[in-house]
């Protein structure tokens, strides 16, 4: 069973950092492109960025070029999403999910599976 596991969020002030994790089980993570979004309150789901399964190639959102960090352990099927420079605005419950043809993007059509979600807030 496919399955994505989401944690590290909480409360941080503005210009604090936060590391996500995403946990993959019932497949190998690194056959996969793996992305990052965020959703906040009466907002679309806004794709953060990308790991593609190929050659491990990212991509950001222009809004978070910069100051995140995309990077995977393969030997713990992980993929981590370094957060630093936290402004409000990076308020949102973040997802990971993946995406069987490798290709990634940040459009969340393109992806399969979903984890639950983790929230983070950034206030002072």
């Known amino acids: 069973q496919v399955q994505l596991a989401e944690s590290g969020g909480g409360l941080v002030q503005p210009g604090g950092s936060l590391r996500l994790s995403c946990a993959a089980s019932g497949f190998t993570l690194d056959n996969y492109a793996i992305g990052w979004f965020r959703q906040a309150p009466g907002k679309e789901r806004e794709g953060v960025s990308c790991i593609l399964s190929s050659d491990g190639s990212t991509y950001y959102a222009d809004s978070v070029k910069g100051r995140f960090t995309i990077s995977r352990d393969n030997a713990k099927n992980t993929v981590y999403l370094q957060m630093n420079s936290l402004k409000p605005e990076d308020t949102a419950v973040y997802y990971c999910?993946?995406?069987?043809?490798?290709?990634?993007?940040?459009?969340?059509?393109?992806?399969?599976?979903w984890g639950q979600g983790t929230q983070v807030t950034v206030s002072s």
């Open positions: 999910a993946a995406d069987r043809t490798g290709l990634g993007g940040l459009g969340y059509l393109e992806y399969d599976y």
